[in-house]
Structure formats: structure tokens, C-alpha cells
């Protein structure tokens, strides 16, 4: 639905919704609608005036009131709750869309909220956020950081008026990654950079890749412990092993791991298409020359293709 608007300036405006067909859905009875974007594309939150006074509630897509218009304040900026204030209180609470709390006002502000978890990202201000756990009805991540993200398995939060981040697991622990400029969940594991280089690292900060690789490359930790790696940056790459031999150059626009084998990708003389070599994964030249791309799939067929049409290769490897 989108807006329905029907304003006089003598009086308050009047919003509703119309469907795309251009029929009423909600009659334009409210003051104000933020607009059916929160809460997943179902919900809305709505202002109109009760006994003169201006309250704000919340509509679902047939117009029904789910959180009636009784607050004095309420908004959402995510789509997972609403943000709401009591009367004559200045804190901020959460309310599902059912309407049922599940913060009371105790929040001076709140940025957002993480069901998954049950996390809230609240603080005095939106500079000086923490995390408060809805299960264990504290703040666990003191409300001093500029920015907070929730992971699968951390909290990254952003140190006032900095790029670095701090990290915490989801008791409000903090881990050991301040010696890094950044880390990110990569797999079950962590990328992370330092000095200007990527490595992987172990959530007990253990090191799995050396910072020795080049922003943009493909990680590839199996393999790295199997002892190669890919070299080079997000313009060219290369192919070697762990202690040092080079085992491709540094002349491809990518290299891809398929078991035992490798296929790299390299621009044509005209600059505007692919073509594609096989090798063994030590380097030995298996296929190369007219083929614009080449794919492995799951069933172990190479399918090779080429400006007269495509070929299947059934791969065998002694």
C-alpha cells in the first residue's frame, strides 16, 4: 500500500493507505503513517488524535489496530519491535507487535533490537550505545559505543569518534581481537586484518592463515592447511604453496579450488571476456586455449565452453 493523503492546513492532516489498484485499504482517519516498510512490509506505525490529545499505535495490512493508539510516543526503525513511551514517562520501552512488552521503559533511547538473540541496542544517546539482554534483564555491553552490530556468534561495537571496533560474545564477554584493525565471521572461524594483510584467526584468537595475504583474494582455509594458498590482490592472483613456491604467477583475475584440481581465469587479449585453463593443483597444464569458461560440478563434469558451443569432460584423477 502507499500513502492516502488528504491535508488541510486548518486542521490536522488525514493519512490512509490505497493498494496498487488504487482502492482505499485503510480510511484516511490518522494524523500521520510512517508507512508499511516496518515491521517486514505488515505493519505501520500511526498517530491520531484521543481526547485531544495525540497518540501513536500500530496497524497491520487490513488497517486493525495491533498495538492501539494509546502512547504518547512510539516508533520503529527495524521491523522486529516498536519502540514506545508510557505516560508522563520520559523511557523507552519495547513492544512486540502484538503489543506485548518486552522491555518496560528503562531507556533513555533505543537504536534497535535483535530477536534472535534478544538484544537491545540502547544508551542515552545515538553515540553512546550498549547492549541490554531481554533473558538476563541487565546491560551487558556498557552504553559508551557509536555503533553496534550483532554476528552470528559476536557483537562488534564501534569506539567512540575511531574505526576500531571491540568485540563481545552474547554474555557480554569481551574477546581477544583488539590487536586487529577489523574482524568479521568468516565460516565458524574469523578474518581478520592486521598491517595491511588478511589472515584467518580461532574464536580463542589462535592464528589458522598468516597475514600474508592481500585484500580481496579468495580464502580458502582447508586449503591453506593443505598447504597453498592464493596469492596477489582483487586484480590479479596467483597460486602457491605455504612455503613459499610459486606454483602459478600472479597473472589471473581468479583461481578456483575443485579437489585436486585448479581452474584460472584470465582476461583475452580484447579485455572484454574470460578464458579459462585447467591445471593440477602443483601446476600441471591439464587444458587451456579456446575455452571462455569452464565449470566443475558435484557429479565430477567438467563442462567446457567455447564460442562454438559447449563440452563435457568426465574428470579422472589417478
Known sequence: PGYYYDYDEAKPGKWGFVNLDGKVVVEPKYVYAIGFWNGGGEHSVVARFVDGKLRWGVIDLTGKEVIPCIYPEAYCRWGEAVAFKEEGKCLYGLLDFDG???????????EAYDPKHRMVTAGESEHDLGVYSVELGKMIIPAEFDCVDYGERMISCEIKHTCKDKYYDYEGNELPFNDYESVFEYNDVLKAWKDGKVGVIDWDGSIIVPFILEDGTDIHTDYYRKGYYITGSHMLVGLSKTDGTVILPEIYSNISFHGGLVIASS??????SIKDALFTI??????????????IGDDGILEAETPQGKYYYLITQS
Open 100 to 110: 506485548n512488552v518486552i522491555v518496560e521503559p528503562k531507556f533513555d533511547y533505543i
Open 282 to 295: 602443483d601446476g600441471v597444464l591439464l587444458m587451456e586455449g579456446r575455452y571462455r569458461r569452464m565449470r
Open 267 to 272: 582476461w583475452t587479449d580484447t579485455k572484454h
